[in-house]
């Protein structure tokens, strides 16, 4: 089945600066990348995601890079705000199926 | 998207007992899933929730542990049985209003078991 690695688990940058976080899959039949966001005390919000058919999205300070040949995918967000600071997952399905797959999550943390 | 709701947001219950958690959409959804998420960790999927048919579970979860109904395309529930301090977690469900389209998350339901 469909294993998804999340690099880092913690990330703490500048307020201004930019950040990355990285997912690595495992099952190349994969077709959807999603990613969330997640504040404390609030399930997941869909902040951004992307269909393989494409190599990149972008959605005002957020973009979503992909990979297919490597098999990762990328979520970047330039000019950080202290209000971006939450847990960020990525997923991926498996299989040909609509169950997504976590990654372990990103812990991202923007000081003023 | 659609907009989630669960009841109950929180609670604290003993061990021995069971709680069910309710997940309403405000449209009709093809696809209704409920996760777990422990404290700390990640999401994991505990079955897929079928309407007017047994739940499909994931590898680790039974329906005797996880009953879940799924009456009608708006609403569901997951019932956690028998608790232990190990069920405390947080339950989340998620919904897709189109199949293969975006998965939409519920605010989730914060359990602590004693």
């Known amino acids: 089945g469909e294993n998804v690695e999340q690099h880092p688990s913690t990330l703490s940058v500048q307020e201004g600066d930019s950040a990355v976080i990285k997912c690595t899959y495992s099952d190349s039949a994969s077709n959807y990348f999603p990613w969330y966001k997640q504040e404390l005390g609030k399930g997941p919000q869909l902040i951004i995601d992307i269909r393989s058919n494409v190599g990149e999205k972008k959605d005002q300070r957020i973009a979503v890079t992909l990979n297919k040949t490597a098999k990762h995918f990328s979520l970047h967000i330039t000019e950080t705000q202290p209000e971006d600071s939450a847990v960020y997952f990525c997923a991926s399905p498996t299989g040909n199926t609509d169950k997504l797959i976590f990654g372990t999550g990103t812990r991202l943390q923007v000081f003023p | 998207s659609a907009v989630i709701s669960q009841k109950p947001s929180r609670d604290i219950c003993q061990r021995g007992t069971s709680l069910t958690i309710q997940c309403q959409v405000d449209?009709?959804?093809?696809?209704m899933f409920w996760y777990r998420q422990q404290p700390g960790q990640s999401l994991t999927l505990i079955a897929t929730?079928?309407?007017?048919?047994?739940?499909?579970?994931e590898s680790g979860f039974v329906i005797d542990k996880f009953p879940i109904s799924r009456p009608n395309l708006t609403f569901s529930t997951l019932t956690v049985s028998n608790m232990s301090p190990e069920d405390s977690s947080i339950y989340l469900c998620s919904v897709e209003i189109v199949t293969g389209e975006t998965q939409y998350f519920g605010p989730g339901t914060r359990l602590l078991v004693l």
């Open positions: 449209s009709q959804v093809t696809m």
């Open positions: 929730a079928n309407q007017g048919s047994e739940a499909t579970y």
